[in-house]
């Protein structure tokens, strides 16, 4: 599908910066011979320096952007992850947090409060933040809703060599590049980019919307799709998730299916891991174990574009004005995470979370008699917990290094034999 013509349009800056990130990409792909893997593209278009969708000037969250994250919705969200936290620092794990991928900073500067009214006051917090922009908005963020707080929080520019605390991440595994894989005729193929046969600046747009809608013409290098034979090693890695995901036993593999592997989340994880001297780690995203993920019946996979609110499935459309995301393989992330050598604290849905952490308490410190604040903390709520929503579809994963098994967060609903 390519994006409706009612999508609101890009203005002039925005369709500039993607005609030069496609630019970029057109030259990669003349480069390495007229294919990349679709990883390549997608790290290209979140992360290319100055023009990626994260590296990029773009507005991405809350209601002005593309997309609403768990911290923007309430401050609930960041005082239930503090509360595990501070189970985790009573436990013994090193009073650092090292926050990746940080968004607007919502969720740092709620975590800080909270921490601080329990007790933990003199806690470093670390973010790794790979965009300029969201450091600057991370700052503001801070700086506006919890000033006190600033001191305790420095930036980071890559993963730090040996981490002693707890590493978080909301949202962040599903923002990692992944590589698409295609079943035809019982071979794995692996899906790439190349340039479009229709690509020469000035040809004549194609349907859909047009790169430059004031003209109708195609001022930019334009992208397709194309499948070739999976390398020996990619075709390893995709039989074996597929027969993990009990593939074989369903009588082998429908033709047509497309999917993807999450081999970068997966890396970043042994990283992680190798790094973790005392501590934890905990990750919120939406995803499944093995089995769901890679069901035959969600044959063209998870792969997602957001574009102010709306979602549309073609990833190759205006590169860095779009967010690009797929959802997350946790069984794949838990068997990277005990590669590592990482415990297993707890996987269960958000819902379950956050309620083990103590979200009905915490919801009662607004009085029912403030109806206005009331009927706005029940419609956040309503999103982070109900199964239509976020509840189910989102999980949180811990692992620990030196930790007790006894995560609160994961005291009821624990579903670690899903995976
Ligand atoms: C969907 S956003 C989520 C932002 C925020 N955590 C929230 O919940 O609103 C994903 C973020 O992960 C960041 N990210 C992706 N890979 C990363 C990495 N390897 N290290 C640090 N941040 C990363 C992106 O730059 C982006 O800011």
Known sequence: MRPAPSLPLPD?????????LSEVIAEAIRAAGGWIGFDAFMARALYEPGLGYYSGGSRKFGEAGDFVTAPLISPLFGRCVAAQLAQWFGQGAPEAVYEFGAGTGALAATVLEALAEAGHG????????????????QRETLAASAPAMLGRVEWLDALP???EGVVLGNELLDAMPVRLFGLAGGQVVERGVVLAPDSAAGAPAGPGMPDDPATGRVEAPRFAFADRPADSGFERAVRAALDEAG????????GGYRSELGEQAAAWIAS?????????????????????????QRAQGTLMCHYRHRSHDDPLWLPGLQDLTAHVDFSAM????????????GY????????????????????????????????????????????????????GRGLPDEA???ARGDRRGAL
């Not at 002039?12 to 030069?20: C, G, I, P």
């Not at 003199?122 to 908005?137: F, K, M, P, Q, W």
């Not at 593939?247 to 429908?254: S, T």
């Not at 838990?334 to 604290?345: G, I, N, V």
């Open 247 to 254: 593939w074989a036993a369903q009588g082998g593999w429908p």
């Open 161 to 163: 060599e040996r981490i």
């Open 348 to 399: 269960a849905s958000q819902a379950s979370f956050l309620f083990g952490c103590g979200l009905p308490e915490l919801a009662m410190r607004v009085s029912p008699e403030d109806a206005g604040a009331w009927a706005r903390q029940a419609a956040a709520l309503q999103k982070l917990v109900s199964e239509a929503e976020m509840g189910e579809l989102f999980k949180a994963i811990a692992w």
């Open 12 to 20: 002039e800056d925005q369709l500039a910066t993607s005609r030069r």
């Open 272 to 296: 992680v891991g190798a790094r973790l001297a005392r501590g934890a780690v905990l990750l919120i995203d939406y995803g499944f174990p093995r089995a769901e993920y890679y069901h035959p």
């Open 334 to 345: 838990d068997a990277a995470a005990r590669a590592a050598r990482l415990d297993s604290l």
């Open 122 to 137: 003199r806690v470093r917090y670390r973010i790794v933040e790979l965009s300029g922009e969201l450091r600057a908005r």
């Open 408 to 410: 609160i967060g994961f």
